[in-house]
């Protein structure tokens, strides 16, 4: 049978989600869990690759398995799971699905957000970029809106990359007041920043490019339309720098049919 899986995980103590040969991943976690779990080799395909540092939060993945019992003992296996997985990772849920249902090849959107906060704070460095400028989030926002609908993002896009197409559909890209850690954060949504962008393919990088552009923006160093001609230039050094890893969340993933 197979079987779909919700989970979390912050990507600090990973090399991202795909099994490597340097470092620990998320993937290789859960294989090896639900591989002593249910005494069989199990292999499990995650929605998409999130890279090292990069967190996740309803992430999708699914997995096949002979265990004739597993459709009726969920709630034992989740238990059973989580007791095996490090800290860092949480599987929330899980059913059966049709054999031809993919995690990654169904899968319709993924939404991400970014964090940014612009005054230091302990409680946020390790979850949102301290950026100390101020920021014009109008301007960020008419730049974000020029990311909107179907373009080409090899400026966005990490060199290399073994994709057949660098063209995405993105259909909402936002900036609003927003902290991952609000409720300990002393100055609550003060100076802190999200931006939240879906589409239905991401490049490798392409997020984390997506807001150190905009980012230049906001600082004042370009333009909102700045954004048109870098995607025009299909030249990844025409962009800004990447932002770093520890503030990026896969926040979101849908499909065309109800899951859980």
């Known amino acids: ?33 639900f591989s002593v ?44 799971i989580n007791a095996i997985l490090p800290a860092g990772i949480v599987v929330t849920d ?30 946020l460095d390790n979850f949102s970029y301290f950026f100390p400028y101020d920021l014009d989030i109008d301007n960020m926002n008419r730049a974000a809106a020029l ?10 896009a990490k060199l290399h990359s073994d994709v057949k197409t660098n063209i995405c559909t993105v259909t909402e890209a936002l900036w609003t007041p927003g902290s ?11 100076n802190t920043y ?15 490019a997506i807001a150190g552009s905009l980012l230049e923006i906001g600082r004042g160093r370009r333009q909102p339309e700045w954004i048109t001609q870098l995607l025009a230039q299909k030249d990844r050094s025409a962009a800004g720098n990447s932002a770093p890893a520890h503030a990026l969340y896969l926040t979101k993933i849908e499909y065309p049919y109800r899951i859980f």
């Open 1 to 33: 049978m197979r079987f779909f899986i919700s989970l979390s995980y912050n990507g600090a103590a990973f090399c991202g989600w795909q099994r490597q040969n340097n470092g620990p991943s998320v993937q290789e976690h859960l294989e090896n869990a």
């Open 37 to 80: 779990y249910l005494r069989e080799k199990i292999e499990i395909t995650g929605a998409g690759r999130t890279d090292t540092g990069v967190h996740a939060i309803n992430y999708i993945a699914h997995f096949d398995s002979g265990s004739t019992t597993l459709a009726n003992e969920q709630q034992l296996l989740l238990y059973k």
């Open 94 to 123: 899980i059913c059966a699905v049709s054999s031809d249902a993919h995690a990654r090849f169904d899968a319709i959107s993924r939404t991400y957000n970014y964090y940014v906060h612009t005054v230091k704070d302990p409680f």
């Open 147 to 156: 990311l909107i609908g179907e373009k080409d993002f090899t400026s966005m």
């Open 180 to 190: 991952p850690v609000n409720a300990i954060t002393p100055q609550g949504q003060a």
């Open 194 to 208: 999200c931006l939240t962008i879906s589409a239905n393919r991401f490049l490798r990088n392409m997020v984390r």
